[in-house]
């Protein structure tokens, strides 16, 4: 081999660590007991009104005594939740790649889904109810069209932004349309593509507890809702951390995702 | 058609691979159209390696996505194996593109894989020829590599496997060397001289390296400033295989220093 090649290890340059005093995530760790810690403490000392803020062990305990409540609710956010996902991801990644790569759709369309994507949809939700009652297909619709509209915009601009040597090369190559399409743009658009569905995911679970909260009869939303009208305070956070858990699962899963897919890019892209 | 000012053209055996017929080409833009190509023609018989040269914004790179059927020209045609060229035609030309186009997901293996991957081409049977291919530009212990991972020499090498890997008659190579410095530049030269004995494809050559030009090339096509005509044509004597002594050699000079003279009284 000629004087040209570098060695294997060379390519990846030795980093440098220049630590602050604690490893990051021990930091971030420390910082979570902390206030969890003043969670317990700061309403039982009456720092802060017990009825504003129930103590952590109160708002635990009172959960456990209505596990069976929270369950039901939990499995009836998380069904529609899942329902919404599917419609915002699919729907919202179809119509994204047709108007990503089509350009005099692109012109047209794009700038009035971006336009709709700044409506707060939520005011219409009422209506919506009025058309198609307040059951689980109205939050299923609601959030998976509010999750939608992301969705379309990450996957178009993902898809529009790829470098068009890609697309040179692989026509030269004699790729059809659906190889480029799918060989060349959706790979080459993951990175956008996944921040989409990131937004998307916070929005449809948005989508879904506030539509809950609004107008319904089951599911955490319509619980959290229920108990604040009734001061039972420790219940209310009780169902918001049931929340905080169900979008933290899901940005869970997004991140695997992510870090499967995002192997192949320079680090230094990555921050 | 290759009446040669400089020296008697060998006869060409057979019909050209790639025949230029007065092709034009014309592009809009915001302040009116622009005429980038003006009646080019030449013919590239078969087995040859022939250069394009001329100042940049010449039209070069036009001209070879044209004869990679990636563009349509406004007048004339271009005939490949004496069928005239409409769309890409991989299997008669294969293009290795100036910056590499490698797929940045892909690695190294599954980049010269890709052009029989969308033919479908069974999978050991891609790996295999991949494999080889990357074994003769040298880089079969880099084979699960990312191309950010390699160096800009060890990604055009991969390139030009890749350029290699759908066996094409004809392969257009767009100033693949341009992003390179010197020594690899030399030596990257070398070796593709060297797959190009082994491997008998006739080859277009873009560059603005003059020594490049007269080292790698049979005959070099110089062009003009828009709208780029081709205004000389200089067929290098010399003999192969191509050495370094060569450059410091008279003739190797005067051959250079006739192409430059051409390019600058544009």
Known sequence: MPATAVSPSAASAPRIRRGPWLPPRALGLLTLAALLLAWEVLPRLELVPPVLVAPLSTVLESGVASAGTFAEAMGVTMVEIAFALVFAYGVGGILGLVLGSVKPLRGAVLPLVSSIYAVPFIVAYPLLTAWIGIGMESKVIFAGIYGMFPMILATAAGVRTVDPAFVRAARSMGATRAQILFQVLVPAAFPSILSGLRIAGSLVTIGVVVAEMLASTAGLGFLITQYRSMFQTPEVYFGIILVLCLTGFLDFLIGCVERKAAAWRPRKELI | ?266
């Open chain 2, 1 to 266: 058609m290759a009446a040669v000012a400089n020296a008697p053209a060998p006869a060409p055996a057979g019909p050209p691979d790639v025949a230029v017929e007065h092709l034009t080409h014309v592009y809009e833009t915001a302040n009116g159209a622009v005429k980038a190509l003006d009646d080019i023609d030449f013919e590239v018989p078969q087995g040859k390696f022939v250069g394009i040269v001329g100042p940049s914004g010449c039209g070069k790179s036009s001209l070879l996505l044209m004869l990679a059927g990636l563009l349509q020209p406004s007048e004339g045609r271009i005939v490949v194996r004496e069928h005239a060229l409409t769309a890409p035609r991989p299997a008669d030309v294969g293009v290795v593109f100036q910056e590499a186009s490698l797929l940045p997901w892909k690695t190294a293996l599954e980049n010269v894989e890709f052009p029989l991957k969308l033919r479908g081409t069974a999978r050991a049977e891609r790996r295999d020829r991949a494999l080889e291919l990357l074994e003769l530009v040298g880089l079969a212990d880099f084979r699960d590599r990312l191309p950010h991972e390699l160096s800009g020499g060890m990604r055009q090498r991969v390139s030009i496997a890749r350029g290699f890997s759908q066996d094409p008659k004809i392969l257009l190579m767009d100033e693949p060397f341009a992003a390179l410095d010197e020594q690899t530049r030399l030596t990257l030269g070398d070796e593709l001289l060297k797959i190009w004995t082994r491997h008998q494809k006739t080859v277009i050559f873009v560059t603005h390296s003059l020594t490049e030009a007269v080292y790698l090339c049979d005959e070099v096509l110089v062009m003009s400033h828009r709208p780029g005509r081709i205004i000389d044509r200089v067929t290098i004597p010399l003999e192969r295989p191509r050495t370094y002594e060569m450059m410091a050699t008279e003739t190797f000079g005067h051959l250079r220093e006739r192409i430059w003279r051409s390019i600058r009284t544009t």
